[in-house]
């Protein structure tokens, strides 16, 4: 059976989710550190874990050096937890 998202790692991934609705693009790891209010080192430790769980993956390339996106298991669990 897979482990559930801590609360920090779920607010961690919608704001990525949120952040590339809104943008086009996936936000730098300062950017989640300041709108989380937690360090660079600790969104980078979030991000890790998300990238292992498979709710993000990362590119070669992206916009401004940006090499976040969402999965679409990602994407399926902003979609449920949004509609709580």
Same mark, same amino acid.
């Given at each position: 059976?897979?482990?559930?998202?801590?609360?920090?790692?779920?607010?961690?991934?919608?704001?990525?989710?949120?952040?590339? *609705?809104?943008?086009?693009?996936?936000?730098?790891?300062?950017?989640?550190?300041?709108?989380? +209010? /937690? %360090? #660079?080192?600790?969104?980078?430790?979030?991000?890790?874990?998300?990238?292992?769980?498979?709710?993000?993956? *990362?590119?070669?390339?992206?916009?401004?050096?940006?090499?976040?996106?969402?999965?679409?298991? +990602? /994407? %399926? #669990?902003?979609?449920?937890?949004?509609?709580?």
């Amino acid at each position: 059976m897979e482990r559930q998202l801590t609360d920090k790692q779920m607010r961690t991934l919608r704001f990525i989710y949120d952040y590339i *609705k809104s943008n086009g693009c996936a936000p730098a790891l300062k950017e989640i550190a300041k709108a989380l +209010g /937690i %360090s #660079v080192n600790l969104a980078q430790n979030r991000t890790q874990y998300l990238l292992g769980h498979g709710c993000l993956r *990362k590119f070669e390339t992206g916009q401004y050096g940006r090499t976040l996106e969402l999965t679409e298991k +990602g /994407i %399926s #669990v902003c979609e449920s937890f949004s509609k709580k």
